[in-house]
């Protein structure tokens, strides 16, 4: 069975001691709000009562927020997911290269996040896909799955994209081609991979300006022309990682990052008498050293809100021979010219099943006679009763 430890504190006891200050979007409040009352009776509850008339012991399990954002949710919607992804992976390489904004970019992208993180994803898939189709590197279509991350250690606002990126591609009638073995690193140059990136941003950006989508903060002729000579003259940064080494590598990874949150509750080390929050941080320019940081409630929570996506923005996108449509029949195509047995598929297995095998809980286990005889007889949903009155 796995073992959990209780966080010491927690982004949702934050909220439920000390509030958040008012913010004019209301997306922005509604997921605060999902985040405060999660786990609660506010949300209403499943009632199981254990069938042994020696016992009869009541047990209420309250519903989660389900909010993406939330610390304490996500953990089987997770499990899923990357067991979806699974049926997707091929017995290739992979490699992993990281894709991050400028922070001269930050007060424009904070101001048109919807707009511009999809940009930046596009962007350097774009660029991926440019490099894969010339016969010097690959001369094939990868598969490719990005990742938007916004956030650094110290919560400050740091958009950046992590991409894993197969180790070759399918070309006509779908047949594999391996990447080819060369001097680089990553399967493509990195510094070239910078400039064409930084070409496809800025461009699409310019677009998105002059069509009126996006606006700049408010500055003279020269200022703005500085800030745009600044841009093109920069280096942008693109990191090419070490690669995974093959599919179980990219399902670690995956089961890792794709579902982060900004801040997980076990980083919050305290919520100290005066207000402020202590947390955990990695500092990568001083050789990944362990520190903490405390910030005042407000400013905590001024940079944790600042990571709540946009409404319904997908932020886990796929490209290549791994975009949507027609995707499972191309793999499977693939694996046929491989001469490699099809992926089974997802098989829908019972809830209670589903959490013995993958957490070793017996959602039906009675916690007073420890015999598995808890049964549901009843679901509370507050918002249904205030309806039926």
């Keep these: ?58 047990k209420y399990q309250y519903h989660s927020c389900r909010d993406r954002h939330c610390p304490n949710c996500g953990a089987v919607k997770k499990q899923q997911w990357i067991e979806a992804r699974m049926q ?13 904004l400028p922070h001269e970019l930050n007060p424009v992208t904070m101001g048109h996040r919807k707009l511009l993180f999809k940009l930046l994803l596009d962007a350097s898939a774009q660029t991926l896909l440019c490099f894969a189709k010339d016969p010097k590197y690959l001369g094939a279509m990868p598969g490719i799955i990005s990742v938007l991350h916004t956030w650094g250690q110290q919560l400050s606002f740091h958009p950046h994209v992590h991409c894993i990126v197969s180790g070759g591609g399918i070309i006509n ?39 009126g989508e996006v606006t700049l903060p408010p500055a003279d002729e020269q200022d703005t022309k500085h800030w745009w000579d600044l841009l093109y003259k920069k280096n942008w940064v693109v990191y090419a990682k070490a690669p995974f080494g093959g599919p179980h590598g990219v399902i670690e990874y995956l089961g890792r990052y794709t579902h982060k949150v900004a801040i997980s509750n076990h980083r919050i080390t305290s919520i100290n008498d005066d207000g402020s929050i202590t947390f955990n941080y990695k500092d990568y320019a001083d050789n990944d050293a362990k520190k903490q940081m405390t910030l005042p409630c407000s400013e905590f929570m001024r940079r944790f809100e600042q990571h709540i996506l946009p409404s319904r923005f997908t932020k886990i996108r796929t490209y290549g021979y791994l975009a949507n449509r027609n995707r499972h029949q191309r793999i499977n195509e693939v694996l046929k010219t491989m001469k490699l047995p099809l992926h089974p598929g997802i098989v829908q297995i019972p809830l209670r099943l589903y959490m013995q095998e993958k957490y070793g809980m017996d959602i039906t286990g009675c916690p007073c006679c420890k015999n598995n005889t808890l049964e549901l007889v009843a679901i509370f949903y507050p918002w249904k009763q205030t309806d039926d009155g």
Aim: charged letters at 20%.
């Design 1 to 58: 069975m796995l073992s959990y430890k209780t966080p010491r504190a927690t982004v949702q006891q934050v909220l439920q001691k000390h509030g958040w200050p008012y913010n004019k979007n209301a997306h922005v409040e509604k997921v605060l709000q999902r985040i405060k009352v999660c786990r609660t009776a506010a949300l209403g509850y499943h009632m199981y009562q254990c069938r042994n008339d020696d016992c009869g012991h009541v």
């Design 88 to 100: 997707e992976l091929l017995p290739v390489k992979y490699y992993h290269v990281v894709f991050t």
């Design 173 to 211: 009638n779908n047949e594999w081609k391996s990447g080819i073995k060369n001097c680089y690193r990553f399967l493509f140059p990195v510094k070239a991979m910078q400039v064409m990136y930084r070409a496809k941003f800025l461009a699409g950006l310019k677009q998105l300006i002059a069509v």
